[in-house]
């Protein structure tokens, strides 16, 4: 099922990839190089996405939580303490991130969260940050907002943000890094978690 799962959001990637391309090469009336270093930019963007789902998706997220808005310290697994269904989309931010790709991420995941209320799936930020002020004031006050001090998974040393989802089981699902240049991929994105881990 999980294998599934993994070849189901490797396929959909390859799909919108390859409408991309397409559109790119009948529609774009600019000349053959700028053709090709749009096409190469975008299967390098692909490959990246396709090796960081694949390096990351499965592993355990174990980690210590301290909620910036009320200071109480938590472990992953007391997240389904009250609610083993529940499902986490999780924004995945550290203080040494790309700051553009941070603030594009994280706006971009406060947009996400409005379309989902009342369902399953449950918006959080997991940040390292030197203080929780800092990671506070990034936060909505609606999204629960968690600083930790290490997640050892290898997408962490990338250096850019990004988002998965972990269910009770406390394993990394649908890991994807949000890229600026690419909105119609984090649309494709979010619809596809939405639909998949809501339960609507």
């Not at 774009?28 to 930019?41: P, V």
């Not at 090796?51 to 301290?66: H, R």
């Not at 553009?100 to 994280?106: P, V």
Request: contains cysteine; charged residues 20%; aromatic residues 16%.
């Amino acid at each position: 099922m999980k294998n599934n799962r993994l070849i189901f959001v490797a396929f959909i990637l390859l799909f919108l990839s390859s409408l991309y391309l397409l559109y790119k090469s009948i529609f774009d009336n600019d000349n053959d190089a700028k053709i090709s270093l749009i096409d190469d930019e975008t299967a390098i963007n692909y490959m990246s996405s396709y090796m960081d789902l694949m390096f990351n998706n499965g592993l355990k997220a174990d980690m210590y939580l301290f909620d910036v808005h009320d200071s109480s310290m938590l472990l992953t697994e007391d997240l389904f303490k009250n609610n083993d269904s529940a499902v986490y989309l999780v924004c995945r931010v550290h203080e040494e991130d790309c700051s553009e790709c941070t603030n594009y991420a994280m706006a971009r995941f406060h947009e996400f969260d409005s379309i989902i209320i009342n369902t399953r799936l449950k918006p959080i930020i997991v940040g390292t940050y030197d203080s929780y002020t800092s990671l506070s004031i990034m936060a909505s006050s609606k999204i629960d907002c968690y600083y930790t001090p290490s997640l050892d998974i290898p997408m962490d040393e990338r250096g850019y943000p990004y988002y998965f989802v972990i269910d009770s089981s406390r394993r990394i699902f649908d890991l994807f890094a949000p890229n600026i240049s690419y909105s119609q991929l984090i649309d494709a994105y979010f619809e596809i978690i939405r639909h998949k881990w809501s339960g609507i």
